[in-house]
């Protein structure tokens, strides 16, 4: 069982930067491949970034390449977020998610989730 702990949300302007964290309980971290998605309400939830397992390759969605960038501390169990120019679009609650597959943006794909953190930027 992993536990997965986000912070790092807050309210911020548009073009402003947060970096989210997302620590996770485990002895085996760097056996996980890890992800973000966000949610807003009514609608699913949409994953936009990954991390693999070893080779530490990332993929971004379109509408946050260039924007964040995602990164893993094996040594610390954590995984980053950092999101630089945000939008107001880019408001919503961040999750984290863990799991021994590939990586993926789909969330079928984890078994493991944070709480997630709210991210609300402003106009």
């Known amino acids: 069982q992993v536990q997965l702990v986000e912070s790092g949300g807050g309210l911020v302007q548009a073009g402003a930067s947060l970096r989210l964290s997302c620590v996770a309980t485990t002895r085996a971290f760097d056996s996980y491949a890890l992800a973000w998605f966000r949610q807003v309400p009514e609608k699913a939830r949409e994953g936009f970034s990954c991390?693999?397992?070893?080779?530490?390759?990332?993929m971004y969605e379109d509408f946050v390449k260039g924007r964040f960038t995602l990164s893993r501390d094996d040594a610390k169990n954590t995984v980053y977020l950092q999101m630089n120019s945000l939008k107001p679009e880019d408001t919503a609650v961040y999750y984290c998610?863990?799991?021994?597959?590939?990586?993926?943006?789909?969330?079928?794909?984890?078994?493991?989730w944070g709480q997630g953190t709210q991210v609300t930027v402003s106009s």
């Open positions: 998610a863990a799991d021994t597959g590939r990586c993926s943006v789909l969330a079928s794909t984890y078994r493991y």
């Open positions: 991390i693999s397992i070893s080779d530490n390759k990332t």
